[in-house]
């Protein structure tokens, strides 16, 4: 039997059981996110994806406003927090209640956002290694931290990406971090492994084979894998066609451990986690 390890995280005074996997709804405020279908810009269309997200189950919004396809343009921190500040004022307004997760490795967005529109989570690509305050700020907002393994820059990081020892390198990237926060006094922390981050697809493959080892570090994993070149490139399709690719990972997600899972197809998600605890539900009755 695959069961979830205990984990909790502590969102606005309410403890969330991670044992119970969560569905993070994508919210793109962006002209030129990879996927095309996920790009919400207009009041009317932000409202629509926050409300499709909460309908089809999700129990987690992640907003972003900066792209981190690989190559994509720079925003400035004014245009970032403007998109975000349009996307937060209308789930606050008509979802108060919604867990948002801001997806920034700017310290001054996080702050910015916690401060003025309660933001729950802080999602950060770079784990800090874009924005050398976002640790400290962290830790100082105490807000539960999304942790991602990646290298490099949204702009260089597909440029030939090499390890000796990907699972190695990971785990020891992790650590340092982790040990950091908490001798900060930060324990909300997420793991990320980061698939598509500065990894070819021989690498994101050999990630998902042996995410479980990641459970050395004692912490939740997210997985974000919806739609992502590893499986349209594998299969020679588009990011349209890679629902199915999506959802086969995202049970195998669920087998090797992951809590999160960060998805553009909410609905879909939410029956894969609901077939999977199925299965559980059988293994037990055998036992």
């Not at 400035?76 to 004022?89: A, F």
């Not at 084979?209 to 299969?235: C, F, N, Q, T």
Request: hydrophobic share 40%; aromatic share 6%.
């Amino acid at each position: 039997m695959h069961k979830l390890p205990s984990h909790t995280i502590n969102v606005r005074g309410k403890l969330i059981d991670l044992q119970q996997p969560q569905v993070m709804g994508i919210l793109n405020i962006t002209p030129d996110s990879f996927y095309e279908g996920s790009r919400k810009q207009t009041d009317a269309d932000i409202l629509a994806r926050v409300d499709e997200i909460l309908t089809q189950g999700g129990t987690m919004i992640d907003v972003g406003a900066y792209s981190s396809r690989s190559g994509a343009d720079d925003v400035s921190t004014e245009e970032e927090k403007r998109r975000l500040g349009q996307g937060l004022e209308l789930i606050r307004r008509h979802h108060p209640e919604a867990i948002v997760s801001i997806d920034t490795f700017r310290a001054d967005v996080a702050e910015w956002c916690v401060r003025n529109y309660e933001a729950d989570i802080i999602n950060d690509i770079s784990g800090g290694e874009l924005d050398s305050r976002m640790l400290e700020t962290v830790a100082q907002l105490n807000v539960p931290y999304i942790l991602m393994h990646m290298k490099g820059t949204p702009q260089n990081m597909q440029d030939q990406p090499h390890y000796d020892d990907l699972m190695g390198e990971m785990m020891q990237y992790f650590a340092a971090k982790v040990n950091r926060l908490h001798e900060m006094g930060l324990n909300d922390i997420i793991l990320d492994p980061g698939f598509g981050f500065a990894k070819t697809l021989d690498h994101n493959y050999q990630l998902m084979a042996r995410m479980d080892e990641l459970h050395a570090l004692g912490l939740p994993l997210l997985v974000g894998i919806s739609r992502k070149s590893m499986i349209y490139r594998l299969l020679g399709t588009t990011p349209h066609e890679a629902l199915n690719g999506t959802s086969v990972l995202n049970t195998m997600a669920l087998d090797r451990g992951a809590s999160i899972l960060r998805v553009h197809d909410v609905r879909e998600c939410v029956e894969v986690v609901k077939i999977w605890q199925a299965t559980q539900k059988g293994y037990a009755s055998k036992d």
